[in-house]
């Protein structure tokens, strides 16, 4: 054997290194064949949690398939579209988060994750805008610089569903400014701004000053807004004020409260609202009282307070166990974390 051929034989493709499987599979000739193989096929998952979702995926993407008899052009289209909304993505831009919020697909997700408790504070899509660097504040600050919009002040408790405070609870936050941009969305972005996290008291008692946000139009550059223009369907959402709550032995609440009013909270392009999520704001024409919050021009501002209530982890697993139970076909399959 030459060395040059030797030399060759390193860079040939190899398989995975699995085998062949331990029966025979017809020949695709019909195509209920390709279903029919490739069902057989997923019966070798390891994992039985992987096994039940990919049989279920392979079902219903070959029956809509088949009966909406999808043609190669239309396919093809599908594909460049999904690459698009890949390509669209940054570490700041997620153009997938967005597709599945539009689709209603992480409201669907999150609902089902997160069933009612009765008292607790109920979830809401995370959305596209959130990052990993809001800065951590004290008591009081605020998550906005000067002139990101009008004052607001938020103030609650963090409790449990048994009316006790969590001192020491996590609060996150993030919100549009006054013009309805994320600080993401501005290219010029040094730092972040309109977010930060801040903790509960000894009382479970929290505040911040902010900014009054508002409705605003998710991004329309991209695929994601050529899809809805596509579906007649408008891209704007209320405005409202992010939240994700963590505290030590309660489930982990990714929420947003959306204040009363707004013409956009019966068609949220993203499906994020819910009822008992939305809030008052209270007019404050006070301008010691605004001074004395710390808002530096004073005047007047908006008050929102909202206590939020935890979930205790075994009570949401529980809730969501027992929607399993009642929703899932196969009793068998597990249900994951």
């Given at each position: 054997?030459?060395d ?10 190899v ?6 499987p331990?029966?025979?599979?017809p ?15 997923v019966?070798?998952t390891?994992?039985?949690r992987?096994?039940f979702l990919?049989?279920?995926l ?20 599908t ?15 997620q153009?997938?988060?967005l ?9 669907l ?22 990052t ?21 002040y938020v ?5 449990g ?13 993030w919100e ?16 972040p ?10 009382d ?6 902010a ?32 939240f994700?709550?963590e ?7 990714v ?5 009363e ?14 009822k008992s999520?939305v809030?008052?704001?209270t ?8 001074l004395?919050?710390?808002f530096?021009?004073?005047?007047s501002f ?5 206590d939020?209530?935890?979930?205790p ?25």
């Open positions: 054997m030459s040059n051929f030797s030399a060759a034989l390193e860079d040939v493709a398989s995975n290194g699995l085998p062949a331990p029966f025979e599979l020949f695709p000739d019909k195509p209920e064949l390709i279903t029919e193989n490739l069902l057989k096929l019966e070798l390891p994992d039985p992987h096994r990919f049989r279920n392979i079902l219903h993407l070959h029956q809509f398939v088949e009966e909406t008899t999808l043609t190669t052009e239309e396919w093809m289209a594909i460049q579209f999904l690459t698009r909304v890949g390509q669209k993505c940054t570490d700041i831009r153009e997938c988060i597709l599945s919020d539009t689709l209603g697909v992480s409201a997700v999150d609902a089902i994750n997160n069933p009612p408790i009765s008292g607790g504070t109920e979830s809401s899509v995370l959305g596209p805008f959130h990993d660097d809001a800065p951590d504040l004290d008591t009081g600050s605020s998550i906005a610089s000067e002139g990101k919009g009008r004052y607001m103030e609650g408790r963090v409790l569903t048994d009316g006790k405070p969590i001192a020491g609870a996590t609060i996150e936050t549009t400014d006054g013009h309805g941009f994320y600080d993401t969305q501005y290219a010029n972005r040094e730092a701004d309109c977010r930060g996290r801040v903790k509960s008291g000894p479970g008692r929290y505040e911040f000053r900014v009054v946000p508002v409705p605003y139009p998710i991004p329309g550059d991209g695929p994601v807004g050529d899809m809805l223009l596509l579906l007649g369907r408008h891209n704007m959402r209320p405005n409202h004020l992010h994700i709550v505290a030590p032995g309660y489930n982990r609440l929420t947003a409260v959306y204040p009013g707004d013409d956009w909270l019966s068609s949220d392009a993203v499906f994020g609202v819910k999520l809030v008052k704001l007019d404050v024409n006070d301008d010691a009282e605004a004395k919050r710390g530096a021009k004073g005047g908006k008050l929102l307070k909202f939020i209530v935890m979930v982890e075994a009570d949401s697993r529980a809730a969501r166990e027992q929607f399993a139970k009642e929703h899932v076909k196969d009793a068998a399959v597990p249900v994951s974390a």
